[in-house]
């Protein structure tokens, strides 16, 4: 059965030794961020926080998926799922999008603050980062809202910063689903947009509002593609939006047109607090509804690997994987997003039947949704796993031609929090695109073309089938 609430995933999180339940007291002021930071840095479990200081009986789940092993567990997988596995099983749901159903009721209506009863401070919200603009409600939640023409609903994982009890703050940039939907029709015609922010969603809406999904295209069919069964959605309180029943928090309001108020910095995915403070976007919070006793949820970015980055590995990897295939490239697998590159790298292995197949790929990753967020590819030929670092990175220092092989293409569409974009870049979002060809060329003789010398390559396979049946014997556990 799928999981219907983020509780029920703790639970598989608890028999999978896959959450830390902590009992002593901690404070919302950096200590939980510092412990959420060393966990992902750890690779540890989940970290389950029971006793938060100045919140009686709140409860916090840090970095709900940022291990792959519990995307599987999520997916009703077995922990153990090989990332191109889980991948391909997450692309095969995908196809087979599930309508939700509409419920008339739901735990997240369990207590209702409307109005002047309204304060966001009563939330346990963490301060995440020393060197933070200020305390982050979003940092593992979605934003809902919807297209006044055509009635598209998007789900997006974007930050939140509160100002205040009842304003949050948070980038809206240019080219992802929901701010376009901001820009483009709300503050063009000078009218507020409603929105809605969801907190504790079920693990697989929450993976499927952070990864790369079709325009016009409502992430909660895919989430309930996903599942396997339809998301059961209630309505807002104050706004005409639709939010999961079965969420810990909801927070609902509008963003008035043109209206700015200064944000950040933050401590990014990208590892730095790069994006500076800067005017944002500002979210008026009308009603706050949630479970009698909520669980806040909190992902920790930073360097990898953290939620973000296996999102990232998981969704942009099956989103750049079908547009290649769709158009007929002939790739291995995957095409990979290594997490331990917050989503800015790409790894794809092909055939090369034809002269220049390596910029062909690089260029429709950069056409997609996605392609924004990821500036560098990497295509290798296809005696390379692009999920296996030690032969990804041998064949860029062995097939990469340093002049040759490395194509830059500048003054593309970026966004902020690149640390290396100097000033100008970073004010006007502009980027670059880097793709580095580790395919043997074409047009080169095969004597020419040196063997690789590995395990897999260089022995005869009677050798091998030997050497493989009696590791054991040899004395090696592994």
């Known amino acids: 059965m799928p999981l219907k609430d983020i509780r029920e995933f703790i639970e598989v999180l608890e028999a999978n030794q896959e959450l830390q339940t902590i009992d002593q007291e901690v404070d919302w002021n950096l200590e939980i961020g510092a412990i959420t930071r060393r966990c992902c840095e750890l690779s540890g479990p989940a970290p389950l926080f029971t006793r938060i200081k100045d919140y009686p009986g709140g409860r916090i789940l840090g970095n709900p998926l940022a291990k792959l092993s519990r995307v599987a567990l999520a997916l009703e ?29 739901g735990p997240c209506k369990e207590v209702k603050h409307v109005g002047s009863g309204v304060n966001l401070l009563d939330l346990p919200v963490p301060f995440v980062h020393q060197g933070d603009g200020g305390r982050y409600l979003g940092t593992w939640s979605f934003v809902v809202n919807k297209d006044p023409d055509s009635g598209w609903v998007n789900w997006g994982m974007y930050r939140q910063m509160v100002h205040d009890e009842t304003t949050l703050g948070g980038p809206l940039i240019p080219g992802q689903h929901g701010p376009s939907i901001y820009y483009q029709k709300y503050q063009a015609r000078n009218k507020p947009m409603e929105f809605a922010t969801v907190i504790g969603p079920d693990p697989v809406s929450a993976l499927v509002s952070a990864s790369p999904v079709g325009f016009g295209v409502n992430e909660v069919d895919i989430a309930g593609a ?13 706004v005409d939006l639709y939010v999961p029943a079965h969420a810990e928090i909801i927070i609902e309001g509008i963003v008035m047109p043109n209206e700015r108020k200064e944000e950040g910095p933050f401590g990014e995915g990208t590892g730095y607090s790069a994006g500076g403070r800067v005017p944002a976007p500002v979210y008026h919070v009308q009603a ?36 290649l295939k769709q158009k007929g490239f002939p790739i291995r697998d995957v095409a990979y997003v290594i997490p331990q590159c917050s989503a800015n790298l790409v790894v794809v292995s092909t055939e090369t039947p034809y002269y220049g197949i390596a910029k062909r790929i690089a260029s429709t990753i950069w056409s997609t949704i996605g392609g924004i967020v990821t500036p560098w590819v990497i295509v290798c030929n296809d005696d390379v796993d692009p999920t296996n670092l030690n032969q990804v990175m041998h064949a860029v220092v062995t097939k990469c031609h340093p002049v040759k092989g490395i194509t830059v293409t500048p003054n593309v569409p970026g966004h902020a929090y690149l640390p290396y974009l100097d000033p100008h870049e970073r004010l006007y979002k502009q980027g670059h695109w880097c793709l580095f060809d580790c ?29 493989l049946a009696n590791w054991s014997k040899y004395g090696f556990v592994k």
Not at 305 to 316: E, K, L, P, R, Y
């Open 77 to 105: 997988m077995d922990a153990d799922t090989h990332p191109v596995d889980i991948i391909k099983e997450y692309m095969r749901r995908r196809e087979r999008p599930v309508k939700p159903v509409l419920v008339s009721d």
């Open 439 to 467: 395919t043997w060329p074409i047009d080169w003789p095969r004597e020419h073309i040196p063997p690789r010398s590995s395990f897999d390559d260089i022995y005869p396979e009677e050798i091998k089938a030997k050497v």
């Open 226 to 238: 996903l599942r396997k069964e339809p998301v059961e959605l209630v309505k807002c309180e104050t």
């Open 288 to 323: 706050v509804t949630h479970r009698k006793d909520p669980i806040f949820t909190m992902s920790n970015m930073g360097t990898p690997v953290h939620d973000w980055d296996i999102v990232a590995a998981v969704g942009f990897s099956a989103d750049y994987t079908r547009e």
